[in-house]
């Protein structure tokens, strides 16, 4: 099983950006029941952004509330994140992370997670 995320970058604040996961060895619609992003700012505390759950219920931190939309392509097996109306407080490395058994608790049990995409705001 493979996360691999990518999109992010530099920005300046009240930017955009999409970031993408791509999960392999996994099929989104059959093995996975919850995926997620999360992010960890330098000092910080690893803190939830939102998730999706199988049924294509999402949950958003109130950090991110009306910035953030999670969406997925099963076809193409990656998991979206669009952050809009970008803070500097949003730099941080951005993990997505799945869940293949059942359940979906937004901000934890998540089974594999991948090795991150840095967002930088300034």
């Known amino acids: 099983v493979q996360l691999v995320e990518s999109g992010g970058g530099s920005v300046q604040a009240g930017g955009s950006l999409r970031l993408s996961c791509v999960v392999s060895g996994y099929t989104i619609n059959s093995d996975i029941y919850c995926m997620g992003w999360f992010r960890q700012a330098p000092g910080k505390e690893h803190e939830g952004v939102g998730s999706?759950?199988?049924?294509?219920?999402?949950v958003r931190a109130d950090s991110v509330m009306g910035r953030a939309t999670i969406s997925q392509d099963s076809a193409k097996s990656t998991l979206y994140l669009q952050l809009n109306s970008l803070k500097p407080e949003d730099t941080a490395m951005y993990y997505c992370?799945?869940?293949?058994?059942?359940?979906?608790?937004?901000?934890?049990?998540?089974?594999?997670w991948g090795q991150g995409t840095q967002v930088t705001v300034s």
């Open positions: 999706l759950d199988s049924d294509g219920g999402t």
């Open positions: 992370a799945a869940r293949n058994l059942p359940g979906c608790n937004a901000w934890s049990g998540f089974n594999d």
